[in-house]
Each structure stands twice: as C-alpha cells, then as structure tokens.
C-alpha cells in the first residue's frame, strides 16, 4: 500500500519512528528519494526496513 506522496506504508511508517531519518529524507533531491523509496519497495522485513531507515539517520552523505 502506499500513500499519496508514493511513499510506500512500511516506509513511511518506519521513517515516521525517526526525525533524524525524516529531516534527511526530506533535504534529498527527487532522485534521491525516488532511489530510496525504490529500495524500500523491496524490503521484505521488519529488520531490513529499520537498517534502510538506519542509513539514513546517519545522514545524507552515507547513503547507498
């Protein structure tokens, strides 16, 4: 399921948990968060979503 900016529901609930990550998350370019919300569409637990999420508290520069 996802919602009306395309962020896919786990995601966004995942990033929500996090204002570090979301503040990241919003200073991206719209490439980046395309590539982003891409990878997050093919998480397939729990666990892989939060070290997605994890990646980007670290901040921008430590990205994929």
């Keep these: 399921m996802t919602d009306m900016n395309g962020i896919p529901q786990g ?8 204002e570090k990550a979301m503040e990241t998350f919003a200073l991206l370019n719209e490439s980046e968060k395309k590539r982003i919300i891409d990878l997050s569409r093919s998480v397939r637990s729990k666990k892989e979503m939060n070290r997605l999420v994890s990646k980007l ?8």
């Design 11 to 18: 995601f966004g609930s995942a990033l929500s948990k996090s």
């Design 57 to 64: 508290e670290t901040g921008k520069n430590q990205l994929f």
